[in-house]
């Protein structure tokens, strides 16, 4: 019979102390008449078992014999160290066990009656190819290191898990093999320890029962409730958004602290705005700092000497009784909070990451004195793990949040981040939790808008200019090459050089909408197959160089082209240069809105209001002040290109127009088009003016109202005029304008009249 008969086993387990027998008879022999009483009466009472050296079969034998086995174990287990010891014989890896020292049948008593003794993560495959390690270490001499940390998960009886480790000691066993073994080669050993998850390899190489394991081990177990909390924790960590979460991590709090009903939460903290709010991240937890509500100041929920010890210090902060410090500080809102959910003692840490704070691990105790600033040290065990998690997590959900706004919103300015960093997150939030949700629109109202323009003058003019000059000498070295084509082709060339011809005279005055498209897609559809089609002999040089100066990157056909496009984007790109670099300065004086656009110059659209920055005061300074900022970089943009004016590829002015609004309006994120506009019909006026007043006419001259050198500013009432008057003097003072300032009235627009310009000349 076997002890292991219900397990496939390459073992027939024989319980033997032959070991501790023989050992003690020899004893016995040597002392004679001096031998103690008690050593010969053991060896009379043991000669009378046999099987206790010839090796144990039968379970019922060792429950019938644990009396007489337990005097022959005394000096393995001796009874001083019953109660510390957690000690009993076992074969390794399995589930007999017997001979418990008091300590370690006392905690299978706390288990209680359904409690199972097994080996944690241990199945049959893995004893059966253990026990295989073992006999190619005892038999074969390998030297095998195939031991790895196991363990025993036993609860307590207030249903705590604690958690021991394992050691065996083999010394007492012997093993040999059976008629049945396998004897194995140096080859076969080999492909065994290439070979660790070939079951049937191993148990062809170690048949069912063909060796004998004779003998016992020791089994100790050690309380590694800690450590091993610790391990489960950071596998734990790493599957933070499993739903089942705060119920694994409170568990292994449970084990480290020895509580059972403890509790874990975890909060937020945003540092940027001081407060404490539950994101994707923090929904993760319950957070008890917070308890029912979203978002909160830190300052307010957090008590002063909390608030100094978390955020200050960075440091733990605990409270044993609840109660006792609610009559201490009655008018503290965190101790009101946690008394509230029935909280007897609590302890809060900071998760700090590079002296960034970056949320609050939250530990209650149902009852008093349970957690206290003396237990809150062992949390410095879990913190590295946490604190590196959080660091994880968050720059995971920011990376989802900047997807999102990219995704839904594109890229935007960053006095206005924060609030679609807010839908991104509740997006991220809702999905998380299961739920649905639809984007709210993003509307900011009640700003002021401020809209400049820097235009480049004449552009258009100067284009058409290039685009003829262009087409004309294209079309001439066409002229010269097509009588070249007679001898080769049969299309009638004389019919497109009258073509051509006409074309020219078209050219001769100004260019009219569509010529070039008209001229360009006759030249494709008529004159360039025939080209193409006589491109061999002695034509091929001269068909290329006409081809490559059809090129718009280099071709001598597209050279004014390039000159005009040259020039724009020269000053273009200063002009941006000098407003963009000028925004940092604005955007100290209030966060706002800000948004240009290249085209034949560079114009800008500003907002500002209280709903840009909630959380700063806002004031009609600000506006003034921005207003002010305006028509100086605009003096900058201007005296900028005057001096980059001379060596432009075509030396073009440019003209500044800043229109005045009063009002505020609304602005709305359109989804659509992915940018801001105006929101409503009412708003709208300002964008009709805008459009409308770059063409405008000044009523009784009939002058453009921007002219070259100059800045307009167009307005509506006499208080902007007076505001206005005074930035100019002050700008006059700095040396940006002339002293002189014109004002007159602008011509009626469609939809818009009683407008104002005040012009005034740039000092460059």
């Known amino acids: 019979m076997n002890l292991l008969s219900n397990i496939e086993t390459p073992f027939q ?53 644990e009396p007489l086995i337990s005097a022959l174990l005394a000096p393995i287990f001796p009874a001083a160290l019953t109660m ?28 209680g009656p359904s409690f199972s003794i097994n080996i944690r993560d241990f199945d049959e495959t893995q004893f059966y190819i253990q026990s295989c390690c073992i006999i190619l270490n005892e038999y074969y001499g390998t030297r095998l290191d195939f031991s790895k940390p196991i363990f025993y998960d036993i609860p307590t009886a207030d249903g705590i898990i604690r958690h021991y480790r394992i050691l065996y000691n083999a010394d007492f066993i012997d ?87 403890i509790r874990v939460g ?75 959910q029935g909280i007897g003692s609590f302890i809060l840490a900071p998760i700090v990451k590079n002296d960034v704070m970056l949320g609050v691990l939250e530990v209650v105790a149902l009852r008093s004195k349970e957690l206290n600033s003396i237990n809150a040290n062992k949390l410095e065990v879990v913190m590295p793990f946490l604190t590196d998690t959080v660091e994880r997590l968050i720059a995971q959900l920011e990376n989802r949040v900047q997807a999102v706004i990219q995704e839904k919103y594109t890229s935007v300015h960053s006095s206005v981040h924060w609030r679609f960093r807010e839908e991104a997150q509740m997006l991220i939030q809702e999905e998380a939790a299961g739920h649905e949700y639809a984007l709210h629109e993003i509307v900011f109202p009640d700003v002021y808008p401020l809209y400049g323009q820097v235009d480049i003058k004449g552009s258009s003019e100067v284009r058409n200019a290039g685009v003829q000059n262009d087409l004309i000498t294209q ?3 066409l002229l010269e090459l097509l009588p070249k084509l007679e001898i080769h082709s049969s299309e009638d060339i004389s019919e497109i050089q009258k073509h051509l011809r006409a074309y020219l005279e078209e050219l001769s005055v100004p260019l009219k909408a569509g010529t070039e498209q008209h001229i360009t897609n006759f030249l494709s559809e008529r004159v360039h197959p025939l080209l193409q089609g006589a491109s061999g002999g002695r034509l091929k040089d001269a068909v290329a160089d006409y081809f490559s100066g059809t090129l718009k990157e280099n071709g001598v ?50 907002y500002i209001g209280p709903s840009i920055a909630p959380a700063l005061n806002f004031s009609a300074a600000h506006l003034k002040q921005l207003r002010y900022w305006q028509l100086e970089v605009l003096c900058k943009m201007e005296a900028a290109q005057h001096k980059l004016k001379s060596s432009l ?78 930035y100019l003097v002050r700008l006059h003072e700095k040396g940006y304008v002339e002293a002189e300032v014109e004002c007159f009235e602008v011509e009626d627009l469609q939809g818009v009249s009683g407008l104002r310009a005040l012009r005034v000349g740039v000092m460059r």
């Open 649 to 726: 590829p075509y030396p073009l002015d440019v003209t500044t127009l800043v229109l005045v609004y009063n009002a505020t309006i609304s602005i709305r994120f359109r989804m659509d088009e992915k940018r801001f506009d105006v929101d409503g019909s009412y708003n709208a006026r300002f964008e009709i003016v805008k459009k409308r007043i770059d063409k405008a006419h000044a009523k009784k001259s009939g002058e453009r109202i921007t002219q070259a050198g100059k800045i307009t500013i167009v307005y509506s009432d006499d208080a902007e005029e007076t505001e206005y008057r005074k």
């Open 175 to 261: 093993i040999h093999p059976t008629e049945k073994a396998v004897q194995l080669t140096e080859a076969d050993i080999e492909l065994l320890l290439n070979s660790y998850d070939d079951i049937a390899l191993w148990k062809e190489k170690f048949p069912h029962e063909s060796w004998v394991l004779k003998g016992f081990a020791i089994m100790n177990l050690f309380d590694a409730t800690v450590e091993n909390a610790v391990s489960i924790f950071k596998e734990k960590l790493l599957a933070l958004n499993t739903t089942n979460f705060q119920s694994s991590v409170e568990s292994i709090f449970r084990s480290i602290y020895r509580i059972p009903d």
């Open 557 to 606: 056909f597209h050279t004014h082209r390039r000159m005009y496009e040259q020039t724009i984007s020269l000053i273009n790109n200063k002009m941006a240069r000098v407003i963009d670099k000028s925004q940092l300065e604005a955007q100290e004086i209030f966060p706002h809105y800000f948004e240009r656009f290249k085209t034949d110059g560079v114009e800008h659209n500003l």
């Open 13 to 65: 387990v024989q319980f033997s102390f032959e070991s501790i027998i023989t050992p003690l008879e020899k004893k016995v022999m040597e002392e004679g008449e001096k031998a103690l009483s008690s050593d010969r009466q053991l060896l009379e009472a043991l000669h009378q078992v046999p099987e206790l050296r010839t090796g144990i079969t039968d379970p019922a034998q060792i429950v019938q014999h």
């Open 84 to 111: 510390n010891e957690i000690k009993a014989v076992s074969i390794p890896y399995t589930n007999i066990v017997f001979s418990h020292t008091t300590r370690f049948r006392n905690l299978l008593k706390a288990a």
């Open 266 to 340: 975890f909060t937020v903290f945003d540092r940027n705005e001081s407060v404490f709010n539950l994101n994707a991240l923090g929904r993760q937890m319950q957070s008890f700092i917070l308890n029912t509500s979203e978002r909160a100041a830190a300052k307010e929920v957090l008590c002063a000497p909390s608030f100094y010890c978390l955020v200050d210090q960075r440091r733990f902060f605990a409270i044993s009784d609840t109660a006792v410090a609610l009559k201490h500080y009655p008018e503290s809102l965190l101790i009101r909070n946690f008394a509230a």
């Open 475 to 477: 079309l001439n070295t």
